[in-house]
């Protein structure tokens, strides 16, 4: 079992950017992608991106191709989601999520949550 905390969440201006932070309770992530998801008022949960722990083979979003980017940092068992060009619809609760599988893009592929932070993107 692992528990995830996100943090780096906050308000910005459109055009301003956000690096998110997703740090584990364990000294390594022991699955095989962590994933980023974003909830918006009245609205499912939504794939946003996703890395392979070990190999670094990232998936996007169509919606935040060229404007956000994941990482990790193997050393830390910390994940990033660093997000420029940040846009109103970007406005959302981020979550992010492990799961064994690999790039999954539903949240059913995913087990272990982390409770979320906000991001708000003002016009």
């Known amino acids: 079992q692992v528990q995830l905390v996100e943090s780096g969440g906050g308000l910005v201006q459109a055009g301003d950017s956000l690096r998110l932070s997703c740090t584990t309770s364990?000294?390594?992530?022991?699955?095989?992608?962590m994933g980023w998801f974003r909830q918006a008022p009245g609205k499912e949960r939504e794939f946003v991106a996703a890395?392979?722990?070990?190999?670094?083979?990232?998936s996007y979003t169509d919606s935040v191709k060229g404007r956000f980017t994941v990482s990790r940092d193997n050393a830390k068992a910390t994940g990033y989601l660093q997000m420029d060009r940040l846009r109103p619809e970007d406005t959302a609760r981020y979550f992010c999520?492990?799961?064994?599988?690999?790039?999954?893009?539903?949240?059913?592929?995913?087990?272990?949550w982390g409770q979320g932070t906000q991001v708000t993107v003002s016009s």
């Open positions: 999520a492990a799961s064994l599988g690999l790039l999954g893009t539903a949240p059913t592929d995913y087990r272990y």
């Open positions: 364990t000294r390594t992530f022991n699955y095989n992608t």
């Open positions: 890395i392979r722990w070990n190999v670094g083979t990232t």
